[in-house]
């Protein structure tokens, strides 16, 4: 198979090459494609799974440690920031100095961030090293990628992307389970300390089995002002959809933030015009699948997160049940998941990419759409094909987006690509998570007053109702301490079906987002480059 690279994404002053530079050959477990497959799922698979196993465990910490609820957000606050703004550049330095080094010091950083976590004894310790965990997953996450896309012949990319997928999925879904576990039966410490073991066997696979893969146009200086205005301006948008729920989107300081990202974002745009190697080549985005890609993920994840944001909340307030069950009603997502990545990863090969990615956003936007019309008297079995059918759409996006962002790339930017592909990621989360809880909000708002005089419940003041409305907005009823008997059950009902009802819009617009990805897909197409590092190791 001939590699090759293209000049599409050379900034002024790079110099393109018709091919990278010899790879070290693969011998015996080094650099095999499926060994190092099964090696970096087992990295990434720590990451993925922190992104929710520790909600379970946030109670428990805030327990015992004494914290406040604002410093217990920051547990997942601190760890999201830190995350979101190193992507891109924790990319590029896996593009310098070679992937399998950076994979490998983003394993160990971890799992030592993990334990010294287990280790604490006060809130801010657990929050500095939740910030580390972030940071050194940054660099775990774009490696992965990189290394998949230098190793696996472009016939073969598709399938180890939607294993890979399959991996973050279910590590993703299945994290509330196995957290509800562990913090139920052995301690919140426990949620982090599963870390250490698995980082030591992802580290000793990755010694044995990796191969280190550079390519000839490799970067050879950092593009420091680049990486300072790109990190303020990722910095400076995230914060404000974090801060946007408790500040409001009215508020100034909102929109300061979000006005100073976008100067940020100007900024670095026109720096990487005159910088001689830039952090990201804007070049790189003349290619429409690759940007479509992009814009695809973001609108998956707005649509997924967002909603599923919700749903834990249904699922434990509404319905009443404990995280590991709740967990469990989440399997028919996670297995659809599981199942359904591969298969995608066999079909985008077969078909391209277009046909799989537009049927996954419409089976996507019509599962919202059936979350929609959830009730609080629901049956599991009505959830459940919602659920599996919201897996069974997402499975080909996961996979179909990060083979079109990254085998559209040069091979030398694959690092950059795979860090822009999770950075979409985490962008959408947060973006579904703030603008889908501002929906909540607004209907909790508006029909609160209204169905709480309707139940002839006494009147409240405005303050009460402020905070009877910050309750509902999670489903919980704002029952204070001594309210008979049937006064309760009139408020727990009024809550629920309050609270449902913002679910239900948040739901549907998610389905609209869902909806507008589709003609985002049909702007994909199979990746120009996927083979340019594909000539190695053997299958």
Not at 208 to 223: G, I, K, T, W
Request: glycine fraction near 14%; include cysteine.
């Amino acid at each position: 198979m001939t590699s090759q690279t293209t000049l599409d994404a050379t900034g002024p002053g790079d110099k393109a090459s018709a091919a990278p530079s010899p790879q070290p050959s693969a011998s015996g477990l080094r650099g095999h494609p499926w060994f190092t497959l099964i090696t970096v799922a087992v990295g990434v698979m720590m990451v993925a799974l922190d992104g929710t196993i520790v909600a379970i465990a946030n109670p428990a910490i805030q327990k015992d440690l004494g914290a406040t609820f604002a410093q217990v957000q920051w547990i997942t606050n601190g760890y999201f920031l830190a995350l979101a703004v190193s992507l891109i550049t924790a990319g590029k330095l896996g593009d310098r100095f070679g992937h399998r080094q950076t994979f490998l010091i983003g394993v160990v950083g971890f799992g030592a961030a993990s334990g010294a976590i287990g280790l604490s004894d006060s809130i801010g310790l657990v929050v500095t090293f939740r910030v580390f965990q972030g940071l050194f997953g940054a660099l775990l996450m774009p490696a992965a990628l990189g290394l998949l896309r230098a190793t696996f012949p472009a016939e073969k990319l598709n399938m180890a992307i939607g294993i890979w997928g399959m991996v973050i999925g279910a590590s993703t879904a299945g994290g509330p389970i196995l957290g509800g576990v562990l913090v139920q039966h052995v301690s919140w410490q426990s949620v982090f300390f599963i870390n250490v073991p698995v980082g030591l066997i992802a580290l000793a696979l990755g010694v044995v089995m990796l191969l280190d893969h550079r390519a000839e146009n490799a970067p050879r200086s950092f593009d420091l002002l680049g990486i300072g205005l790109l990190s303020g301006a990722m910095f400076c948008l995230v914060w404000a959809l974090i801060k946007a729920p408790t500040w409001g989107w009215g508020d100034g300081r909102t929109w300061a933030f979000l006005v100073v990202s976008v100067l940020g974002f100007a900024l670095f745009s026109f720096w990487e015009t005159k910088v001689a190697e830039p952090l990201i080549p804007l070049g790189l985005f003349r290619s429409v699948p690759l940007s479509a890609g992009v814009v695809l993920m973001v609108l998956m994840a707005i649509a997924f997160m967002g909603g599923l944001f919700f749903v834990t909340f249904y699922l434990q307030n509404v319905h009443g049940m404990d995280p590991v069950d709740a967990g469990l009603h989440l399997l028919p997502l996670t297995g659809m998941m599981i199942v359904g990545s591969p298969l995608a990863g066999a079909a985008i090969t077969k078909l391209g990419p277009r046909i799989p990615l537009a049927g996954g956003m419409a089976a996507t936007a019509i599962a919202m759409y059936g979350m929609s019309t959830l009730k609080a008297d629901t049956g599991s079995g009505i959830m459940a094909v919602w659920f599996a059918l919201l897996g069974l759409g997402l499975a080909p996006v996961m996979v179909g987006a990060t083979e079109v962002i990254v085998g559209n790339a040069p091979m030398e930017l694959s690092g950059v690509a795979g860090g822009l592909q999770q950075a979409a990621m985490q962008i959408g989360g947060s973006l579904g998570t703030a603008v889908l809880g501002a929906v909540m909000a607004s209907k909790v708002d508006n029909d609160l007053p209204g169905n709480w005089a309707d139940a002839g419940l006494p009147k409240l003041t405005s303050a009460q109702l402020a905070q009877a409305s910050e309750a509902v907005q999670v489903g919980v009823a704002p029952i204070a301490e001594g309210t008979p008997g049937p006064v309760a059950a009139k408020i727990t009902g009024v809550a629920h079906d309050t609270f449902i009802s913002g679910m239900s819009l948040a739901s549907l617009v998610a389905a609209g987002v869902a909806a507008v990805a589709i003609l985002v897909a049909l702007l994909t197409k199979r990746g120009e480059n996927a083979d340019a590092g594909a000539g190695v190791g053997h299958i």
